[in-house]
Structures are given as C-alpha cells and as structure tokens.
C-alpha cells in the first residue's frame, strides 16, 4: 500500500512537472510595435511617409536579427533590426 501511494505521488508530480515544460513558450517580438517606431522615425528624420512591415513571429531573445521592408511613394529601405543583451531593439536602414 506504501509503495502504491508513493507512485501516485511521484506520478502526480512529475504530470506536473511536464505540463509546466510545455507551456513554456517562447516569448514574441511585438514586431507591430517596431514597424511604428520605424515609421516615426523615418518620418522625423527623412519627412517620408512610411508603411514598413516586420515578419511575424519573432522570438524574442538577445542577439535575434531580423529586417523589415519600409515602402514609401518611390521606392522601398530594408532595415535591419536587432535586440541587444539588454531586450532593447535596435534598427538601422541599409544603403541599397
């Protein structure tokens, strides 16, 4: 009976221990918030009017890079986009 008992207790704990594992789920860029900032900015610095788009999707950790495409009346800029140590993203517009 003692046997059983602990078995049910190891059971129990270890479903517990695997629901938590998978819902553990990576983190996702808010990559709406970065095709904003990028408008801003260009609109700022450049006095463009901007629609940039940012892949969806993206985990959010340090060191990802990814780019976004900024389509403005005449033409279009890649950026490059990257999130530092520190979760902060940064961004810069590639020369063609």
Excluded: N, W
């Excluded at 602990?6 to 983190?27: D, N, R, V």
Aim: hydrophobic share 35%.
């Amino acid at each position: 009976m003692r046997t059983r008992a602990c078995f049910l207790i190891a059971a129990a704990l270890a479903g517990t221990g695997l629901a938590g594992c998978g819902s553990s789920s990576p983190k996702i860029l808010d990559t709406e918030r970065v095709e904003r900032a990028i408008e801003q900015s260009v609109l700022q610095k450049r006095h463009l009017r901007t629609t940039v788009s940012c892949p969806s999707g993206i985990e959010q950790k340090k060191g990802v890079v990814f780019r976004c495409m900024a389509t403005f009346k005449g033409g279009r800029t890649p950026f490059v986009v990257t999130e530092d140590k520190d979760g902060a993203v940064h961004y810069v517009g590639v020369k063609k």
